[in-house]
Nanobody, 126 residues
């Protein structure tokens, strides 16, 4: 599966952005999908993940209540709606895919995802 992330940009603190990740090659209903981010000088970290097989969505504590994961299997696209953004949310955001065969905790680790989009930069100014 090939993934294409988009929607990043520059936004003021308190603002919102919506990221998209469009897939091609395979139906996203076959995959669990994750969003990760990497700030300069930091490791890639988990943001959110959704397993189509279970329907469950997990969020990092740092984004819970502010970010919302959604997917549209008909459009083969997943989304990350980001509200109440802070400068600490500044990072390159990546979408990733892995087959639906594992537990929810498996999807929290970036090293478990074999398929990645190219990343989209989100910059939040104070």
């Amino acid at each position: 599966v090939q993934l294409q992330a988009s929607g990043g940009g520059l936004v003021q603190a308190g603002g919102s952005l919506s990221l998209s990740c469009a897939a091609s090659g395979r139906s996203l209903s076959s995959y669990a999908m994750g969003w990760f981010r990497q700030a300069p000088g930091k490791k890639r970290e988990f943001v959110a993940a959704n397993a189509w097989s279970s329907g469950r969505t997990s969020y990092a504590d740092s984004v819970k209540g502010r970010f919302t994961f959604s997917r549209d299997n008909a459009k083969n696209t997943v989304y990350l709606q980001m509200n109440s953004l802070t400068p600490e949310d500044t990072a390159v955001y990546y979408c990733a895919a892995v087959t639906n065969d594992f537990s929810d905790t498996y999807y929290l680790a970036p090293q478990n995802y074999p398929y990645w989009g190219q990343g989209t930069l989100v910059t939040v100014s104070s």
